[in-house]
């Protein structure tokens, strides 16, 4: 039995809370690995900057998802997605050798992923102020179609950038020896690294959005705190394999 969009609401802004409090439990342990790895060097304060940045902007989705506050939500949404999606680039960025001839194209889906949110904005804009406003919503949701289009580009470019050289040091940091060991934490590895939950949930909501079906609602509630709780991952997994604390993200 098909849901309404009032119900997919609903569930999504429970299950979102549910989201929240297990992305809060990650978040905490996530500061005090990086309070102890504390560092003045630039890359750590963005990264614990962003950190922070995610969380409360994914603690106002949260709010607004529970006061139905839809274009708080959407406009939040989209932040927190640009902030996410920035730090994918600037990481492959890093990993690449600060190199900017490899890494222009997810350097210019980026500013794609800004133009489509600006655009995003624009017809949430309108759609509050113009009479016309069924002719607007259908103009938010195609704006919407053309935002996380662009988001999934940039997600997989950054995967498949990352990939290589997830690939490359999981083979040279695991011995031979423990095979089966070595290819459960090689695949583990390449899961949280390459973002491959958001990327999936990108591709789910594509589809829905898609095809009109209600359960879109869910997932968008559900996105925010999965970007968090990947992002934490990311950082958590980096720190705790690295033996050299101060160069954030470095290869």
């Known amino acids: 039995m098909a849901i309404s969009s009032t119900q997919a609401n609903i569930i999504g802004a429970i299950i979102e809370l549910a989201a929240m409090g297990a992305y809060t439990v ?3 342990d996530h500061l005090k690995i990086m309070f102890r790895r504390r560092s003045m060097l630039a890359p750590y304060i963005y990264l614990l900057c962003t950190s922070i940045v995610i969380f409360a902007l994914s603690l106002v989705h949260a709010i607004t998802d529970a006061w139905r506050d839809s274009w708080v ?20 960025w890093i990993i ?14 980026f500013h794609g992923d800004i133009a489509t949110a600006m655009y995003l904005w624009w017809s949430l804009l309108n759609s509050m102020v113009d009479p016309a406003y069924t002719l607007n919503l259908n103009l938010v949701a195609s704006s919407s179609k053309y935002f996380m289009a662009v988001t999934l580009a940039l997600t ?33 590895t390449i899961i949280f690294e390459s973002a491959a939950l958001y990327s999936s949930l990108l591709v789910i909501m594509m589809i ?18 999965v970007i968090g709780i990947v ?15 101060t160069t954030p993200l470095g290869n």
């Open 73 to 92: 939500r959407t406009v939040t949404y989209s932040i927190i997605t640009l902030v996410s999606d920035s730090f994918f680039v600037y990481r492959v």
């Open 208 to 225: 829905l959005d898609i095809l009109g079906i209600a359960c879109f609602f869910i997932f968008m509630a559900v996105i925010p705190p």
């Open 156 to 188: 997989l470019a950054c995967t498949s950038y990352k990939l290589k050289v997830v690939e490359r040091r999981t083979r040279s940091s695991i011995p031979v020896e423990t095979v089966g060991h070595k290819q459960i934490s090689k695949v583990i």
């Open 231 to 245: 992002f934490s991952s990311i950082i958590e997994l980096y720190y705790i394999l690295s033996e050299v604390p």
């Open 26 to 28: 990650i978040f905490i």
């Open 96 to 109: 690449w050798n600060k190199n900017y001839l490899i890494c222009v194209v997810p350097f210019l889906l």
